[in-house]
């Protein structure tokens, strides 16, 4: 797992649009931080400048204290999760897992993909699922799936913007204890998006919460909710 830091960060969107406002961060290896606050703070603005999606117009982020601001997205060794999970339609659970592993630039071979999905299935509580296809599963096999897609890389930085947001509440509960499980198993460092009090209360080390771009607070969720 990789520490990332976070200097001055700055988006500022159409010249005016100042979405995230230089902001500082430090994540230590394996930690689990989630970024809590209400729509339009800039929370998924944050997590698209740490995945390289979008190029933040001042500040720095660093990996293990290597500079990756300008790096592409395929060289910065994180997984992704979005919120609307949108797996490949028309192929198998095994394939869709396997993408990340075909489309790298290092080649694997047919045996160490069988292996890795193999791997990722019983992570996510899945075996035997290999030769499904994405319409004959549930919402939270979905999900896991997903899931299963961005790890598959061994990523050292695992992103999820909202990943639970889509499912009602009974899985949304499951696939907390489901994801903080999966995360202290690999030990990877997480940056978790959400709205929802609760969810970033339960399943994180640290919380920031996001008001206006700014970092209003950051501190253990006792810290941040339990206060005088
Ligand atoms: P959150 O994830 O907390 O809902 P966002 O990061 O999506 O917040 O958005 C922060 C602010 O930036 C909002 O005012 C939003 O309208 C604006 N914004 C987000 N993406 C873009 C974009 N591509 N172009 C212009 N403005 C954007
Ligand atoms: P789904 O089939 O809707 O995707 P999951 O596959 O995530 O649900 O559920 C895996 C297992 O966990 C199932 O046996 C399911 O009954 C159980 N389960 C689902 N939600 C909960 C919950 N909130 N508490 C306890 N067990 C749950």
Redesign the pocket.
Known sequence: PKHLELHGLTKVYDGSVRAVDDVDLSVREGEFVTLVGPSGCGKSTTLRMLAGFVEPTEGTVEMNFTDITQAPPDKRDVGMVFQSIALFPHMSVKENIAYGMRVADKSFTESEVDERVTEMLELI??PGYEDRMPEQ????????VGLARALALEPEMLLLDEPLSALD???????Q??LTRIQRELGVTTVFVTHNQEEAMTMSDRIVVMNDGNFEQIGTPEAVYNQP
């Open positions: 509580e899945m599963l549930s919402g939270g096999q979905s999900q896991r509440e009974k899985l949304r509960e499951h696939m204890t489901e």
